[in-house]
């Protein structure tokens, strides 16, 4: 094997603490959003986070007016991460899939499950790793605590946190796996 020149070993140090930058993104995301820490949840949003359907408002303030009222529909909540797949389109810009289980206190009586893949956008400003846009997250199920996910009619997340979700069916690679054309 070759060995590797000063510039590819800088390089390939450089990808490795991009990832696992990003991986503490997802981890962080967890923590300050269970503990409602909203200070912390904005700082691991770029600067100039576009807001999502919100007329092209842009910033962590912005972001926090639309995500605010949304955590408070639920009380507890347990975000447990899993998978994270990260796909890098060059030094400071990456892609990411994020498996994610939910335990989620909907109501005073009421506990639910989630089955979660959010689908992420990172950047790189200042050396440091942020989200670059609102996660996108994707509901595979959500099930009242002990209820199976089979059967359960459709969820049309945010609007209902329980039902069956968009997901596995609507990513591509499923449908073409099953024979559907996408």
């Excluded at 990003?22 to 912390?40: E, K």
């Excluded at 359907?53 to 949304?70: K, Q, T």
Aim: aromatic share 10%; proline share 5%.
């Amino acid at each position: 094997m070759p060995e590797a020149g000063a510039a590819d070993l800088a390089a390939r140090i450089d990808r490795l603490e991009s990832a696992g930058q990003i991986r503490q993104l997802a981890w962080r995301y967890s923590s300050t959003l269970d503990s409602r820490d909203m200070d912390g949840l904005m700082a691991l949003y770029a600067d100039d986070v576009k807001v999502p359907g919100d007329g092209g408002r842009r910033g962590r303030e912005a972001l926090r007016s639309v995500m605010e009222p949304s955590l408070r529909r639920v009380q507890i909540t347990i975000l447990h991460v899993g998978n994270h797949v990260i796909d890098f389109a060059d030094d400071d810009h990456a892609t990411g899939a994020v498996y994610c289980h939910a335990e989620v206190q909907t109501g005073p009586d009421t506990w639910i499950n989630q089955a979660i893949c959010y689908e992420d956008r990172y950047v790189r400003q200042d050396g440091r790793w942020y989200f670059a846009a609102l996660r996108r997250h994707e509901l595979l199920y959500g099930a009242e605590h002990g209820q199976s996910p089979v059967g359960l009619p459709p969820a049309n997340w945010p609007e209902n946190d329980t039902g069956r979700g968009s997901l596995p069916e609507r990513w591509d690679s499923w449908r073409r796996f099953w024979g559907e054309h996408p």
